[in-house]
Structures are given as C-alpha cells and as structure tokens.
C-alpha cells in the first residue's frame, strides 16, 4: 500500500508540486487576459457607441444650453444631421436652439428650421414659419423662394403664384416659376376639357416657349395631332424619350421626313428606313444593328443646374428646385420587352 504514496521529501513530490504550479499559474493568466479582453471591447463598444446614438431631447437641452459648443457647432451638426436623413434630430437640435440664440440669429435659426420641415414633409409647420420670418421680414427672398416650393407642394398653386409677386417686386427673374405653376393650375383644373386644356397650354407656351417638356409631354399623350402641328423642330433631343415611346399610328411621318434627328431616331427605332448613320452614337448603332440584336434606348436625366442625375423626367429639380433645367440622356440597354415577346411567339 506504501508504494501508492509518495513520501514528503521525496525529488518526485516537488517536481509534481512546480508542475502544478505552473498549470495554476497558466490558466489564472489565460482565464485573466481573456477577461482583461472582454472589458476592452466592452470599452470600445462604448466608445464607438457615442457616434452611433443620438442624444435625447432632453440630453440636447442640457447640452445648449449649457453652452459648450458653439452656436455654430450647433448649426453645422443640425445641418449633417438633416444631410443625413435624420430630420428629427435636425429640428430638435433647431428648436432648442431658438430658445437661446440672440436677436441676430433668431431668423437665420428659424429660416434653417423652416427648411427642414419643408425637406421632412412637415409642410403646415414649413408654411407657418416662413409666413413668421415674412410677417417681420417681408423682403426676404429666401423664404419668399421656399413659400412657393410648400404651396407647390401643398398643390395650392394659386398661393404659389401669388408669392411670386413680391418677388418679382424684389427685381427677382419669375418667368420661368410663373410658366411653370400656371400649367401646373390648367393641368389640375378638374374643370376644362382635355382639349381647352391643351389649346390654353399651347397659349402659354407660345408666350415665351419655356417648358417644352412638361407641356408636349402632356399633348402627345392626350393629342398627339395637335403636338405634332405645333412641334418645334429645333427642341427635338430635348424631348427624345417623348418621341420614342410615341405609338406608330400616332407618328406624322411628314414632320419626321423634314427633320434630320427624327429621320435617324425613327431609322435607329426601326419604322423607317430612310438613314444609314446618324452622329449620335446611340442612335448610329441601332441603325447599324437594324432590329438584329434585342437593343433599344433609355433614358436618365440631369440636372443642368446642379448636375443630380435622376431616372425620372422632372420638370423641377428635386434637389436644387431649379426649374426645365433637365437634359435627357440617352444610353444603350437590352430590349427585355422585345425579348419576351419573341419568347410569347415562340409558342404559338
Ligand atoms: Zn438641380
């Protein structure tokens, strides 16, 4: 039995004892740097965690008015907040702004904060505010500019059109925003037929010839006769994606015949055969492709302001609010309507 346990001062107890001390010590070490580990990410989460979360309200109303950034700190994260999507904090951080700014900047504050509603959708609390900056300050162009774009977008375009006048008062060029919201009116008259509908906007048109897209975008869908007897030959490519959707029964093949463009856009689109090449590249290789490849035209549309591409046709920008600045592009995609047609066929 005495030969199981080792004795005290026996050389094989100690060397077990060292071992088992070493084993201790390694895994205290190993079990205490995984530990140590963990709080450091923990930390770092935290840290990280600041520019992820947005301080309360009322953590926000602590902050300004403490008075530890400045008032343009303030500004400029209100500003990269509303950049960013994020209105909600933007108008907050305004709002609480406008309780302890001075006099000075009281308007500038409010003009800001009346922006972002406007870009949010809040549009009464927009209207409310730019009619507060007017009421003191009737000569400000900047909110005479932002009331027309709510009444605009509130549909109310009579306000709109009154707005402009005392801009126009202000030496301020309103052609174009005039054109543009009287048609937006005859447009939305439930009233008018389409057809006095379409004589009062060819009217309009022919005051200064502005608005070539809106206004022939809406004749060659409701009356294509009456847009092809007013085509203006030389605003062609500014209404190239009209054109090419145009039904073949509804094509006046007198006016294409007249003018070079619609003789090469027609060619490239396959109705008639009447060009071999065109300059515009686009074009050149339809006509050369001759219907053999599933290919056919689309379109995007830039801003010629502010340069914003966009996949729709717009008439007011968006981003820069200009008005009939919008160049259409044309570019090269496969047919998929051609080829699911082939593909339907193939069964019959
Ligand atoms: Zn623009």
Known sequence: MNTFFIEFRDPLFSIIVFFVLIFVIATVSYWFNKYRKQEDYKHLDKFLKQFTTLPSQNELKVLITRGDLSEKSWLLLAHSYAKNGDYEKSIEIYNELLKVVDQVNYRDTLFLLGKTYFKAGFLERSKQIFLNILKSNPRTPQALNYLVLVY??????????????????????????STYLKSLILLNDMV???????????????????????IFEYLFRVNPKLAWKNFDNSKAENIVDILWKID????????????????????????????????VFELDVLIKLQQKVNATLSFEYICDSCKGVYPFAFTRCTSCHSIDKSIVELSLVKDYHKNYSEENNSFM
């Open 192 to 214: 008018l037929s389409i057809d006095e509908k379409s004589i009062k906007l060819l009217d309009l048109y022919k005051e200064n010839y502005q608005l070539t897209y809106m």
């Open 248 to 279: 073949k029964k509804d094509l006046n093949f007198d006016i294409i015949s007249q003018n070079g463009y619609l003789r090469e856009l027609y060619t490239a689109r396959g109705d008639i055969k009447e060009v071999a090449s065109s300059s």
């Open 152 to 177: 605009e977008q509130m549909r109310d375009y009579t306000s709109a059109l009154d707005v402009l006048e005392p801009l126009e008062e202000l030496n301020k060029d309103i052609l174009s925003e």
